[in-house]
């Protein structure tokens, strides 16, 4: 219980710019059309599937990401496709074999719509790295996917920052901590929402309600929140800091520079064994 306390309280998220988000898949969505390939030359018009959406070319391509390149027409969401997500089902069983139900593998992959460019940005290994790094603060945060929302409720009505105009719609408790990194605060539920397109302010609960939208909000948290570090655990990946930074970025203000270097190991010890399972190098830079 100390150990699980302390997992679920770590995660410090602070107010910060707000990203912007592609809408979710639709209701009404056209059928896929044959998944992306990086070894296919792609023509202008030529349309493809890749995460649960329809791409097409705007000139001619090659090995060029849809959704992380400008070549690509996003032309919505799509039905009947193939996942084509770095990380397999059989890989996201492995990584969290303990999980509650309610983190379905469908979930994340119709969360990856918010943020196009996650785990899809670089090299392969670079697209490997950042998802093995998500999963594991993911790991880390809700104990192997055990945990779905905090469970000390103590802590409860300290998520309700009152400084904010808009203040906590939802009552002073509502805003606890929720999804893969425990998602918390007023002040995030509504900056989330507000990219994501969802009225998380006042519908704080739709978190532990709708898989997707609990991966979503820790996607938005990746992509576009520095936290106390100095950028977003999404540029850490891509740009080659490696995952200490997102260390920092998520926690840094209580587990960087021997702030508690338990935590820290434990990170790391995770990422590597996720990166495993992947079937890629986890790089340098693994610690903060």
Known sequence: MTALSAVVTTAVLLPGAVGTATAAPADGASACAPLWSATTDYAAGGTVSHHGRNWSARWWTRNENPGAASVWADRGACTGGESD?????????????????????????????????????????????????????????????RYVKEINEANYGRKCDDTQPYGCPAGREAYYGRGPIMFSWNFNYKAAGDALGLDLLNDPWLVERDPSVAWQTALWYWNTQNGPGVMTSHEAMVGGAGFGQTIRSLNGALECDGGNPESVASRVARYERITGIIGTAPGSGLTC
């Open 85 to 145: 997500f770095v990380v397999s089902e059989a890989q996201f069983d492995a990584i969290f074999p303990d999980r509650d139900p309610f983190y379905t593998y469908q979930g994340l992959v119709d969360a990856l719509a918010a943020y196009p460019g996650f785990a899809n940005t670089g090299t392969p290994q670079t697209r490997a790295r950042e998802a093995a790094a998500f999963l594991t603060h993911a790991d880390f945060e809700s104990v192997g996917l």
